[in-house]
Each structure stands twice: as C-alpha cells, then as structure tokens.
C-alpha cells in the first residue's frame, strides 16, 4: 500500500509537473510540429522550449493559414507507438515530453520496450472535435489538415471504410499527387492508396491497385477533369463521414475472450483498441483490425472498476440488437479528479464549448446498468487497460454532446456501420453479479481453470 501511495504522489507530482516551465530552456529556438502526414512544420518561439500547447498551437495554425474560427478543432498532441495524449492549452509540450518513460512505465508496466519509443510532437484535431463541428464548408487550410487526419486513419484501419469507398478515396489520393499524369506503377510509391489492413481478407492487393486505377481513369476523364484540390480533398471526407468510425478517439487495452472447443475454455488475451465518438463505440482486435464489436451511442454504457490485483478495467454494457440501453442511474465509483474529457458546456450563444483532454488518469462517473433487466438481448464485455477512466471520462463526453445535439444525431442514423457483437464473446447482464462475487477466484487462478471454475458456481 506505502508503494502504491508512493506511486501515486510521484504521478500526480508528475502531471503538475508539466503545467510550469521550469527546467525547459527559454532560448529562442525553432521546433517542429508534425502534420498527420509526416511533414514538419518549423515554428520559430521566442521563449524557447518553455511554449505553452496553447501559444504552440496557435502559431502553428497561422503558419498553416487556418481561419482562426477553426481552431478549436484542432490540438496539440504528444505520441509514440504505445501512448497518444493530447495537451491542455496551459500544459507545457516539451515537459510532457520529458516524462514520457516514465508515463509509459506507469500505463504499461509490462511493456518491455518502451524505453526506444520518442514522442514526437503532433498537430491534429482536438479530441472533442466530433463530427457535428464539421457540417460545413472549409478554407483549404482547414480541409487539409482534415484531409491528412481522415487519410491516416483509413490507412490504419480507424476509419472502416469498404472496399469501394477505399477504392474512391485511393483514386483520390491519385488525383492529387498526380492529377492527370498517374500510372498504375505509382499507386504502391503513393501515401493514402495502401489498401487497409481491415480489408486483407476482402480483395487481394493486385486486384485492389487495379480497380483504384480503373476509377481514377474514369473520373480524370468525367467528374474531376475540372476539380480544384480543394473540392477533391472535400470529396475524401465526405465519405470519411458517411461511417460509424469517423473521428474516433482511441484507446488499448486487453481483452480476454473465451473460446469454446476446449474442456477449459482457455482464453487468449487480444490487443483491443477501443474507438469512441459521436456515433459509438467499436472495439477492434488491434492487430487483425477485425472489428469485435460496434455498438450505438444510445445502446451501450460503460462502467470503470479499479482492482488490487488485475488494475482499472472498464465494462461495456449494450443491447445486441442496437435497441437503446436501459439505464438505471449514474453514480460516482471513486473520488472524482480532473477528469480526461470534461462535460461539454454552452457559451451565451447557445453554442457548444469546445473542451480538451488532459493526461490524467481518474475513474469517476460510470453508467449502472438497472438491476432487474432480465433482457437476454444485454450483454457485458470487460476489457483491462489503465486507461480505464480516459475510456469512461470520453464515453461520457460523447453521450453528452449526442443528448444535446438529437436533431444532428437523428441526421447521422443512416450512416454505415454494422451492430456488431459475438454471442460467443459476451456475458449475460445476469451473470454479472456472479462474476463480481468470484472476483478473487478470477484475478487469483485466471485463465481456463477460472473459467471452469466459474462455470461450476454457475451450475
């Protein structure tokens, strides 16, 4: 317990650690920014290394010759393979920067490698920027740096497109680099025509090339012969939007599904990367990119646990049908801190305030599921991360701008995006009382013989 407290007055020094500028140097000096797409942008700062995200931000944004009115949609960010935090306006970039090991060791203690990753200092949109901030036409400087997000997570599989929207939107990306002049020869040297990981098992890689081709010599010789940059990068994001995963913040954690076959039920642990925004939640198996499950604002909720021995995890409540969940109360699970997405409030025109993340890690507010539904459409999954509370703070956030905004979120029901859920994957709500009362069985004996033993109690 004594190493525990140590720990956590050593985090919480840390964090307050990065809202002063002490120890950073205040020379004049030029740092870099980088864009979604691996450009850096120089910005000479006067006070040195001791800018704030704030300041940063800003004069970057100018540089880009982004209209001042679109600034709230975009943010400084910190990242490397493992970890992607965005700065709060007052937070100090380079002191982040400085304590990355150290946030790392603390988030993933058995991540043997995190001593080689470098944070690298990132431009993208603001992770409270959710769609609905979007329904207009942009200058171009504010359309490519949307552009450059929404290509990102295409090519990574965050933004789920299909293969004939892939197909469009990698035609595009010809259009652009090369307007009229592209050959089939350079599609695989073109960033943006990678074909997604997600879509490996739906076409194979010569055949996705060919068709991109195919629909960029049609295009170039109808509809986008007289197309501005501008109207093309505009087009990309229009069927960026059309999707269920556009503009998602991410999340890992683990995932530890039972599968059948076996007298024990051994479980392997996956990799999952949780995805929320205005019109969600999917959570992905990171590195098949299969999708486990995608469910609708209104038909899921999520509640954060702490644990002495297995640490924060989260449960995700939903209805398989994608009927809306009902809820019982929101009640507080521990002292509530400076929370990771903040509640989003209006300003005297009746506006919605955009509000900004912070990097630190408080389980608060979580949504009961009502105890006497017996429904056997409401389902449980539980995932581990020590982002736990990040995931519960973000799903508050968007379940709040969604009840705000019900004329938008009554607009975006037609979009694409299946209701996904495994039956073979999911817990009965019911069971989950059981589950709570053989916690120590469970953290204690794990794996396959926890199962068993579970199953036993049950019967």
Not at 109 to 128: C, G, Q
Not at 233 to 243: E, K, L, T
Not at 258 to 280: C, H, K, S, Y
Request: proline content about 3%; glycine content about 6%.
């Amino acid at each position: 317990d004594d190493e525990g407290e140590e720990e956590e007055d050593k985090m919480n020094y840390l964090l307050k650690s990065v809202r002063s500028s002490k120890h950073l140097s205040t020379k004049e000096c030029t740092v870099y920014v980088t864009l979604m797409n691996q450009q850096e942008v120089p910005v000479d700062s006067v006070n040195g290394f001791a800018i704030t995200a704030e300041e940063l931000l800003k004069q970057t944004l100018s540089l880009l010759t982004v209209d001042e009115e679109d600034w709230h949609l975009f943010g400084i960010w910190i990242a490397s393979y493992s970890l992607h935090l965005p700065c709060k306006k007052h937070h100090f970039p380079f002191k982040m920067m400085k304590i990355w090991d150290t946030l790392l060791s603390d988030l993933y203690r058995d991540h043997a490698d995190f001593e080689e990753e470098i944070p690298v200092l990132y431009l993208r949109k603001s992770p409270s920027a959710y769609v609905g901030l979007e329904n207009r036409l942009f200058t171009e400087g504010t359309t490519k740096l949307l552009f450059l997000e929404l290509t990102s997570q295409v090519i990574n599989s965050e933004c789920l497109v299909d293969v004939a929207d892939a197909v469009e939107m990698g035609a595009v990306q010809l259009a652009l680099n090369y307007e009229s002049e592209a050959k089939p020869e350079d599609i695989p040297e073109t960033s943006g025509c990678e074909r997604p990981p997600h879509l490996l098992k739906a076409i194979k890689e010569k055949v996705f090339f060919a068709n991109m081709f195919d629909f960029y010599t049609k295009k170039m010789s109808g509809d986008w012969s007289n197309s501005s940059s501008l109207e093309l990068m505009q087009n990309y994001i229009n069927i960026g939007q059309q999707y269920s995963s556009y503009g998602c913040v991410c999340f890992f954690g683990i995932y530890r599904p039972e599968v059948e076959g076996t007298i024990m039920r051994i479980q392997r642990d996956i990799t999952a990367r949780i995805m929320l925004n205005f019109d969600g939640i999917t959570v992905q198996d990171d590195e098949t990119k299969k999708v486990i499950l995608f469910m609708p604002t209104l038909s899921f909720a999520i509640d954060g646990f702490e644990d002495e021995e297995e640490g924060n995890f989260f449960g995700i409540t939903y209805n398989c049908n994608g009927d809306e969940l009902s809820l019982a109360r929101r009640s507080p699970k521990t002292a509530i801190s400076e929370t990771s997405l903040s509640i989003p409030k209006k300003n005297s025109e009746g506006e919605l305030m955009s509000v900004t993340d912070t990097i630190k890690p408080s389980m608060h507010l979580s949504v009961e599921s009502s105890s006497d539904n017996e429904d056997d459409s409401v389902r449980e999954m539980v995932i581990y991360s020590k982002q736990a509370s990040l995931v519960v703070d973000a799903a508050m956030f968007f379940k709040t701008v969604y009840s705000q905004n019900k004329r938008y979120a009554n607009m975006r029901q037609g979009i694409k995006g299946d209701i996904i859920c495994s039956e073979m994957n999911a817990k009965k709500v019911a069971e989950r009382g059981m589950r709570k009362s053989m916690a120590n069985v469970y953290n204690s004996i794990r794996g396959g013989f926890a199962n068993l033993t579970l199953r036993r109690a049950r019967n």
